[in-house]
């Protein structure tokens, strides 16, 4: 069992930045693809974007590509999301989750992931 526990979330106006942590409790955290998903009120979850076991290689999906930067720091078993030119769209509760298998990172089924983050808000003003 991995306890994943997101930070970093608040309020911030469009045009500005966020960087968001996902810390594992956890030693075997490098063994996991992690991803990132998001929710909007009243809307399912999304996927955002994904790194590999190593943090060699990233995707990300079609609405934050260019703007969001996931990395991970194994030896601190912590991964981020860098948010740049927040949009009020982006808006939304944001998870973490790690899959323990091997996985492609463009797989962005909320089924292929094992452990959940709590989440945490993020709210852009325009």
């Known amino acids: 069992q991995v306890l994943l526990v997101e930070s970093g979330g608040g309020l911030v106006q469009a045009g500005g930045s966020l960087r968001l942590s996902c810390a594992a409790s956890?030693?075997?955290?490098?063994?996991?693809?992690m991803g990132w998903f998001r929710r909007a009120p009243g809307k399912e979850h999304k996927f955002v974007g994904a790194?590999?076991?190593?943090?060699?290689?990233?995707y990300y999906t079609d609405p934050v590509r260019g703007r969001f930067t996931i990395s991970r720091d194994n030896a601190k078993k912590t991964m981020y999301l860098q948010m740049d030119s927040l949009k009020p769209e982006d808006t939304a509760v944001y998870y973490c989750?790690?899959?323990?298998?091997?996985?492609?990172?463009?797989?962005?089924?909320?089924?292929?992931?094992?452990?959940w983050g709590q989440g945490t808000q993020v709210t852009v003003s325009s």
């Open positions: 790194i590999t076991r190593s943090g060699g290689s990233t």
């Open positions: 989750a790690a899959a323990r298998s091997s996985m492609s990172t463009w797989d962005g089924r909320p089924s292929k992931y094992d452990y």
């Open positions: 956890e030693g075997s955290f490098s063994s996991y693809t």
